[in-house]
């Protein structure tokens, strides 16, 4: 009899992670059999979902709030199913609200549990450590400097690098990208990405939209390029983009070449606008400069004050490029300060300053380099390891 492991993804990003891991963990064990909450890239390999990943696509405290009744009615089925059925082992892939909750009754039950992406705990609310340290018999970390962290409290940690790293070419192919999206090979083209939640086009594009108006007064030539991650942020964009129209702009949905259609944007840009998150990650790996922002409404604001006990992060950044260069080395336009001049100023220089794009450039070739391990084989030793070990 094969394995049976369980796995919760809540979102796109959390969806490919987990994918790569399946992915590694059938290199070993072909006979494997997943099982849980997932998306698209999770199910084409074969995972059984029993809930869809939709479910726990919420942006925080104040979307979970709203969608409190169903967030419930999910976790409990899950939760009742899994220590019904007792999975070998538990993979709870980012989405620590939810996973954490899940992983500490499972682990009760004598049933190990590996998180895959450490929380931002070096960021915001640290005693979160001593949740982990109940509900994690191992933790996988993309970040090298994570582990010192992990380790400091007794938790068993493995560094497995970022599997984005392994995916994303270390020298992008600008033209191959622009002739599969139809793009002029020689325009100048700004990437657009507002994000795939709802609150964060809600948020976010109105501000990026009234930036690329501001951006064609000064180069009228200037293309814009969005991708969108499905139908319904498409309709979501398409709404906010009647009211806000931009003139050489176009927009992009998922593909069937088995890649993020984000990343063929990414690809063929000359620089990006973007939300933070793992987009401005996913654009370093892609060697393109930026300018990153994001904007939360004062209700989540002092909800996350609230909630962590702080008025601002740990660290003075809030990009992953940053965090992990530890400077400023793109900029992070934020709040208030995100408005449509500051994010025009910001961006022309990420395309017209030749210099400041080549020293950028070389930055994320080594940030690159530095996160580029064997993910999905390392993630699959310590996964099969704990199934084979005490919770």
Known sequence: ?????????????????????????????????FTGIGGPN?????????????KLSVFGYADALKQLPSLIRTYTSLKNNLLTHKPDVFVGVDAPDFNLRLEQKLREKSIPTVHFVGPSIWAWRYERIHTIKKA???MLVLFPFEVDIYRKEG????FVGHPLASQIPFNPDKLAARLRLGLDPDSRILAVLPGSRASEVKL???????????????????QFIVPIVNEKRQKDFNEIFAGIPVNNLKTFSATDTGRPIAWDVMEACDAALVASGTASLETALFKKPMVISYVISPLMKKLMEWKSGQLKPYVPWVGLPNILLQEFAVPEILQDEATPENLAAA???????????QDIQKKFLLLHESLCQDTAGLAAEAILNAAQSPA
């Open 136 to 138: 994690v018999s191992h």
């Open 204 to 222: 976010l594009a109105p501000r990026f939209l009234q930036t690329a108006q501001r951006l064609l007064k000064h180069d009228p030539i200037l």
């Open 347 to 357: 961006c022309i220089n990420a395309l017209e300053n030749t210099e400041y794009i």
């Open 1 to 33: 009899m094969g394995l049976d492991i369980a796995m919760v993804a809540g979102e796109p990003s959390g969806d490919l992670l987990a994918s790569r891991i399946i992915d590694g963990i059938k290199l070993v064990q072909p006979d494997v059999r």
């Open 42 to 54: 999770m199910q084409s390999r074969g995972m059984h979902i029993q809930h869809p990943m939709d």
């Open 155 to 158: 938790i068993p940690v493995t």
